[in-house]
């Protein structure tokens, strides 16, 4: 059983950053797949960002390019999600998620379905 906390979320004006953390309890934390999720009230979770665990590849949603960068630091068990330029239809719920699927293409690992660990989530709020 994978454990993951998130941190760092809270209320900015338009513009501003904010980092989340995610730590994770897995003794092999490092070769999980890990991931961003947000969702919007009355909306579909849907895929911010992603790091493989072995290949450290990175993938982001289009609206998020340039803006917003995922790393992880395998001896602290931790993911991170800087959001730089925050604009207010970046709020949400964001949710860290992981899996032990290898072998695949973002196209697949972009989908919810794909993870077997969730965190409770941290509430974005961006005001205008």
């Known amino acids: 059983q994978v454990q993951l906390v998130e941190s760092g979320g809270g209320l900015v004006q338009a513009g501003n950053s904010l980092r989340l953390s995610c730590t994770g309890s897995a003794h092999t934390f490092s070769i999980y797949a890990m991931a961003w999720f947000r969702q919007a009230p009355g909306q579909e979770r849907e895929f911010v960002a992603g790091?493989?665990?072995?290949?450290?590849?990175?993938y982001y949603r289009d609206s998020v390019q340039g803006r917003f960068t995922i790393s992880r630091d395998n001896a602290k068990k931790t993911v991170y999600l800087q959001m730089d330029s925050l604009r207010p239809e970046d709020t949400g719920v964001y949710y860290c998620?992981?899996?032990?699927?290898?072998?695949?293409?973002?196209?697949?690992?972009?989908?919810?379905?794909?993870?077997?660990?969730w965190g409770q989530g941290t509430q974005v709020t961006v005001s205008s």
């Open positions: 998620a992981a899996t032990t699927t290898i072998g695949t293409t973002w196209d697949i690992l972009g989908r919810s379905s794909q993870y077997t660990y």
């Open positions: 790091i493989k665990g072995r290949t450290d590849s990175r």
